[in-house]
């Protein structure tokens, strides 16, 4: 005889056991019919093994990270088996759980496949149950692609049930079980490489903080192929390997696991329920606002009805669904403040619209970020990387979206969600007094620096007023739009060189130590920011070129620091590293070439123009020599206003060749402009080399047809172009004679990052390698006793850290406003800051 309820769900995943138990709350005469284990996806397969083991990674890493928290253990061991036993006694527990839960609450379970079998009546098995309301709550399946070689990977359910942790594990699909099962398994050791097909891993995320997260990915040695289409597996050498192409480039990875996580798919196999009625679409089940399917007194909820696919989400469905059958109350699903949580390492967890969507929507959005490193408690924990950012409604204030990338984001996330959920305001989560210290003020200090109040980091001067105030049309280069304010400098100055120099003020002696040992960490910090710098730009990070000057570093350093503060630099493109060693705030510098607010000219410059005024530095335009004539200009604005300034010209060999170069030093002799010529000759002009390209190969020789005074140096010798460079410097700025100076040096790389420097021979480089600036250098300081291989690892450490922190801070800032694109030109700059235009520095 069939058995009668009200309330029959079918499912007993995180949607269906919640909302029998909500139903039987409500009065209902309840069952619920599983076919494998209380709890569903999420209990057995999901959400819980995978936290669990996620939990003993942690662990690991921070047992292992312990010392420094002052935990020292001899030996310290991952045991893959004892993780798993803990893993499925988790689990147990947690089936056992909701069993009881359900018992307790008045629930009659059913254990067995349910099949739709005419109105109002479920099979299962032989037993047949009668029911007022049917709750389709079968969740989702693992989804298969046609891919060659796809029965050697394993699912997300096998890596689960692994024996041992793989050395080598290759994930195809960077979405959420992918990218948890990476992070678990890099923290444990083994290399995990990514490949995903999209431009971004974890598409859903805000691209600022998928790169706070990869950049941790990347320091364990994890590696992440974007835009890459996994062609086929196949058995290589006892293992696996996995082919793929990038933009039409084929590639590899060998692996000893292969983990395909390319999604989930809605699940109704066996329920046969188009016949009883029930509309699929792709799969998933139809419903309508209400939840409601096609068939009377049939609902759906959770993964089956696709949607958001999360634990919570499919539970609060069950709950609506449930309490709209009973007549409780008349619920429509509201997803807008649905939180999304990630487990990497650092967690990631957002809720609400992301920066663009709510640009996209056309909505005028305030931006406020907080960063981890400013965090008390962040400090306290050792976790520090990371930040929260809000996003709020420019005019009510109130709160639209917070992601949060760091230490507990996932915790984190429930504050945001209540305000979001709540339509709380910036202003009533920072009026909200939050319990000192705990990651949750950081929360706080977001939303105040979405209002130009942050406390414990420096607010920029755009997002300040609390009060409105009433700008002048005029102010338009004003940071009035940028929202979020980034951490403040800590970067490293430039060396100071000595007032007047001299051979012996670089002589390698210990009174000159300091400054001598300046100079090198200079160049050490130049050249890894050059190396990054390609390495970001291989990841898009940087539009245009990037040019490269790896190799250059004594020419740059001791040419620029032989001036004086008054002095004018003009520059050609590309040149990062001069701008550093004039001063330009590394950070800055960087954040310029991301094309970011925070950037030497807001962002607008990019790759190509790095201007910094206060230093008098007029770096980069984009046409070969075309600054040579700007120079002029320069020169001529100073021999008018009659300062003892020099402008100084540094321009590549390849610019000499041109019509521009030879106007230039024309008119500086013919009307004895204060400008020195600097050529960096680094003996190719793109790939031509200078003896090719030019019918003078020692350029400094060109200098002569005009009456120049020109001199050829050791451009690898950092501290013969510093004495040398000032010398000829002293000389113009006394008589306002114009000088020419080649430095001759050497690239180490190809011209730009996509030059792949097929020109030069083999030998031609190791000829050269050998007399890199830096390596000679650090020979002559060793050699006099001024510093060995411990200190110069050391600088190599502190300048990686520098370099480091100055691609954080380029990836945490601000995009500029669309609508300030045109402010900050040069005129404009110029007009609008009077700071700028003060006589002398
Ligand atoms: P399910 O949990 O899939 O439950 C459906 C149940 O129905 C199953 O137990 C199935 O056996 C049963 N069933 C199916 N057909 C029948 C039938 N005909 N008769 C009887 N029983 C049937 N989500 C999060 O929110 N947070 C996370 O951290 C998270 N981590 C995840 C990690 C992994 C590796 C995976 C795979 C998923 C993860 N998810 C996570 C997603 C989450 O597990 C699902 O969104 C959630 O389980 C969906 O719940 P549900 O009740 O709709 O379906």
Redo the contacts with the bound molecule.
């Keep these: 005889m069939a058995r009668s309820f009200d309330v029959v769900v079918?499912?007993?995943?995180?949607?269906?056991?919640v909302a029998a138990l909500r139903a039987a709350q409500l009065g209902a005469t309840t069952a619920i019919?599983?076919?494998?284990?209380?709890?569903?996806?999420?209990?057995?397969?999901?959400?819980i093994?995978?936290?669990a083991l996620l939990q003993s990674s942690e662990l690991y890493t921070q047992a292992r990270d312990g010392a420094a928290f002052g935990v020292v253990a001899d030996r310290i061991g991952f045991d893959w088996s004892a993780a798993q036993k803990r893993k499925t006694s988790v689990v147990d527990q947690l089936v056992k759980g909701v069993e009881g839960l359900l018992k307790a609450g008045g629930v009659t379970s059913f254990i067995?496949?349910?099949?739709l079998a005419g109105r109002g009546v479920v099979d299962?098995g032989s037993e047949q149950l009668q029911a007022k309301d049917i709750v389709i709550?079968?969740?989702?399946?693992?989804a298969r692609i046609p891919l060659p070689g796809a029965e050697l990977t394993i699912d997300?359910?096998q890596i689960?049930e692994l024996k041992d942790a793989p050395r080598r594990l290759a994930v195809i699909g960077g979405g959420?079980?992918g990218m948890?099962?990476a992070a678990m398994f890099a923290a444990l050791g083994s290399k995990v490489t990514v490949l995903e097909m999209l431009p971004q891993v974890l598409s859903m995320v805000d691209a600022d903080l998928v790169a706070s997260y990869t950049k941790h990915f990347s320091k364990l040695g994890g590696e992440i192929h974007t835009d890459s289409k996994v062609s086929e597996v196949v058995k290589k050498n006892g293992g696996l390997q996995v082919r793929f192409s990038t933009g039409g480039e084929g590639g590899v990875v060998d692996a000893d696991q292969v983990l395909l996580a390319v999604g989930?798919v809605p699940?109704?196999?066996?329920?046969d329920a188009e016949k009883a009625g029930v509309k699929l679409e792709r799969g998933r089940v139809v419903v309508d606002d209400h939840l409601r399917t096609t068939a009377d007194g049939v609902w759906a909820?959770?993964?089956?009805i696709g949607g958001i696919?999360?634990?919570?989400?499919?539970?609060y469905e069950?709950v609506c669904a449930v309490e709209n059958i009973a007549g409780h109350s008349n619920r429509v699903p509201d997803y807008h403040a649905a939180p999304n949580?990630?487990?990497t390492d650092p967690e990631i967890a957002h809720v609400g619209l992301g920066e663009k969507e709510a640009r996209d929507k056309g909505i005028a959005v305030k931006v406020g970020k907080f960063p981890f490193a400013a965090a008390g408690r962040a400090l306290t924990l050792g976790q520090t990387e990371g930040f929260v950012k809000v996003i709020a409604d420019a005019e009510s204030g109130k709160l639209l979206g917070a992601h949060i990338v760091g230490p507990r984001a996932t915790d984190l996330i429930a504050e945001a969600t209540l305000a979001i959920q709540n339509g709380l305001t910036l202003e009533q989560v920072d009026l909200t007094i939050h319990a000192h210290p705990t990651l949750p003020e950081s929360f706080m200090e977001a939303a105040l620096a979405a209002q130009g109040r942050a406390i414990h980091i420096t607010n920029r001067r755009s997002a300040a007023p609390a009060t409105p105030t009433t700008a002048p049309a005029t102010n338009q280069n004003r940071e009035s739009q940028m929202a979020a304010p980034v951490k403040p400098s800590t970067s490293t100055p430039p060396p100071v060189a000595p007032s007047t120099i001299d051979a012996k003020k670089l002589e390698l002696t210990k009174q000159n130590r300091d400054f001598l040992l300046a100079m090198h960490r200079e160049m050490q910090l130049i050249r890894r920011f050059e190396e990054r710098a390609q390495e970001q730009y291989t990841k898009a990070k940087i539009g245009g070129y990037c040019h490269l000057n790896i190799g250059e570093e004594a020419t740059v350093v001791g040419g620029i620091l032989a001036l004086k503060a008054n002095d004018w630099i003009f520059t050609s493109y590309r040149e990062h590293g001069h701008a550093i060693a004039r001063g330009v705030d590394p950070k800055a510098v960087m954040a310029e070439l991301f094309g970011k607010e925070t950037g030497t000219s807001h962002g607008r410059g990019g790759s190509m123009h790095l201007v910094d005024y206060s230093r008098r530095f007029m770096g980069g335009y984009g046409i070969v020599g075309g600054h040579l004539p700007l120079a002029v200009g320069g020169a001529w604005a100073v021999k008018y206003q009659k300062h003892p300034d020099v402008v100084f010209c540094m321009f590549g060999d390849g610019a000499t060749n041109i019509g521009a170069f030879h106007e230039s030093l024309n008119m500086a002799k013919v009307f004895d402009l204060p400008v020195v010529w600097f050529c960096v000759n680094n003996r190719y002009g793109m790939g031509t080399p200078v003896e090719k390209a030019s019918a003078v190969a020692d350029i400094y020789k060109k200098a002569c047809a005009y009456d120049m005074e020109s001199i050829q140096i050791d451009g690898m010798n950092v501290r013969e172009v510093m004495l040398r460079t000032s010398e000829i410097v002293e000389k113009t700025r006394q008589d306002s004679v114009p000088r020419f100076i080649e430095s001759l040096c050497y690239r180490f790389r190809g011209h730009s990052v996509v030059d792949p420097d097929k020109y030069r021979s083999a030998e031609d480089k190791e000829k050269w390698r050998k007399s890199d600036p830096i390596v000679a250098f650090e020979h002559e300081l060793e050699k006099s006793g001024l510093a060995d291989e411990e200190y110069f690892k050391n600088v190599r450490q502190q300048v990686d850290a520098e370099v480091r922190e100055a691609i954080e801070y380029a990836d945490e800032s601000p995009d500029p406003n669309v609508a300030d694109l045109y402010k900050y030109t040069y005129a404009g700059e110029w007009a609008d800051r009077p700071e700028l235009r003060a006589e002398r520095v």
Excluded: N, Q, W
């Design positions: 079918i499912g007993g995943g995180p949607g269906g056991y019919v599983e076919k494998d284990r209380m709890g569903g996806t999420c209990l057995v397969r999901g959400c093994p995978t936290k067995g496949g349910a099949r299962v709550a079968t969740g989702s399946a693992i997300s359910d689960l959420v079980v948890e099962f989930r699940y109704t196999h066996g329920l909820i959770g993964d089956v696919m999360l634990a919570h989400v499919a539970s069950g949580c990630i487990y």
